[in-house]
């Protein structure tokens, strides 16, 4: 019997370099020129690709700038809600912190050149957050036995967003123990 395994993994393995170039031209296209001057057809030529194939991977030039963060918040939407048991939410944002800063490459590091340069890109990043918020202040209340809209988890979730942005975004400054002792101080306090 053949199998189409070999050939199927090639293939999605050749999908994912595609996906990868297109990542890295647009952002280094965003970076050096800015996201409104660069094309669709800058990132195809750049990337080595036909602009349709961009379209294929990414609807839109605003999806593709926000690809690697959206994919951020859904690993970071995935912590929160798969913890394993016993965890509280602080315990999960911190796991998933920890792992996120040690699992970063250059392309995360180009990402950022980008956001800095385009800081409208950065805005609408931060605010597709804000579902996750939502997410971790409901979580937060439900342990502390307070109404998620309730001031204390809606303060510790927003803190903790807070947190997250700057921790992702200027990594090399991260001091994640001095971010969860402060998360964790804040969130006491305002329960107490």
């Known amino acids: 019997m053949v199998t189409n395994e070999p050939r199927d993994g090639l293939r999605e393995r050749g999908k994912a370099r595609r996906r990868e170039a297109i990542l890295r031209s647009a952002y280094e296209l965003f970076a050096e020129r800015g996201f409104e001057a660069t094309t669709i057809a800058d990132i195809a030529e750049a990337a080595e690709v036909s602009p349709r194939t961009v379209t294929l991977y990414f609807p839109s030039k605003l ?28 315990d999960a944002l911190e796991h998933w912190l920890r792992a996120e800063i040690a699992g970063r490459g250059d392309l995360d590091d ?10 409208e890109l950065r805005a609408v990043s931060n605010g597709r957050l804000s579902d996750v918020v939502q997410e971790g202040t409901r979580m937060f209340a439900e342990e502390c036995g307070a109404a998620p809209d309730a001031f204390g988890p809606r303060m510790a979730a927003v803190t903790a967003a807070a947190v997250v942005s700057e921790l992702c975004h ?16 804040g969130a006491a306090t305002l329960l107490s």
């Open 170 to 185: 200027r990594p090399e400054d991260a001091d994640i123990d001095a971010a969860m002792e402060f998360l964790r101080a």
């Open 63 to 90: 999806e593709l700038a926000l690809a690697r963060s959206d994919a951020l918040a859904e690993r970071l939407r995935t912590a929160l809600t798969d913890r394993p048991p016993g965890w509280l939410t602080l």
């Open 110 to 119: 180009l990402s950022e050149r980008m956001f800095d340069l385009n800081p």
